[in-house]
T-cell receptor, first 120, second 111 residues
């Protein structure tokens, strides 16, 4: 079974603190993703990485950075936490998609349990 | 940009059939995925349609019509445990490896 783990289920931080969220996957996936999930807004992509040391901005990268030094590990960093970053953070991983688009391979993302971050 | 629209809530009776719709606007299109998320849980993959038509997996089926920019998830023989949020998702045209998710449909199954 694919396993994606996240460093914390719940986290409470103060405004201005530097926050690290870590994600580890054990299936040798090339792709890793960080999303935030807010009521009524669905899942929004913050950053993703398609290889070690490679990263691309998602839809809402402002206020965040990422690090991928090893294939299995993808970290999300909040340089200076703010109250509007209070949210559920979800990590996911996947293989690169096949150009044939066959179901179940490459199109499937595996998610971690999420970290509920509260910034006071 | 890319957007996927879903109804926010749907209620259905145990044992019945329910359809959750997803309409999308994309500059390019590679296919439509569906995910299920129970309250407090992680999203889990249900299905993916790359081509037009119906894909069936047990009680769940997913349909895609590229010409109508529309898809749906069909849940049959509803069970209480099907109460969850359901998201459609599509790879981005600008970067096939990125995925945009719809805002999600909260399904409540009632006795």
């Amino acid at each position: 079974d694919v396993k994606v783990t996240q460093s914390s289920r719940y986290l409470v931080k103060r405004t201005g603190e530097k926050v690290f969220l870590e994600c580890v996957q054990d299936m040798d996936h090339e792709n890793m993703f960080w999303y935030r999930q807010d009521p009524g807004l669905g899942l929004r992509l913050i950053y993703f990485s398609y290889d070690v040391k490679m990263k691309e901005k998602g839809d809402i990268p402002e206020g965040y950075s990422v690090s991928r030094e090893k294939k299995e590990r993808f970290s999300l960093i909040l340089e200076s936490a703010s109250t509007n970053q209070t949210s559920m953070y979800l990590c996911a991983s996947s293989f690169p998609p096949l150009t044939s688009g066959r179901a179940g391979y490459g199109n499937e993302q595996f998610f971690g349990p999420g970290t509920r971050l509260t910034v006071l | 940009g890319q957007s996927l629209e879903q109804p926010s809530e749907v209620t259905a009776v145990e044992g019945a059939i329910v359809q959750i719709n997803c309409t999308y606007q994309t500059s390019g299109f590679y296919g439509l995925s569906w995910y299920q998320q129970h309250d407090g849980g992680a999203p889990t993959f249900l299905s993916y349609n790359a081509l037009d038509g119906l894909e069936e997996t047990g009680r769940f089926s997913s349909f895609l019509s590229r010409s109508d920019s529309y898809g749906y998830l069909l849940l049959q023989e509803l069970q209480m445990k099907d109460s969850a949020s359901y998201f459609c998702a599509a790879p981005n045209s600008g970067g096939y490896q990125k995925v945009t998710f719809g805002t999600g449909t909260k399904l409540q199954v009632i006795p």
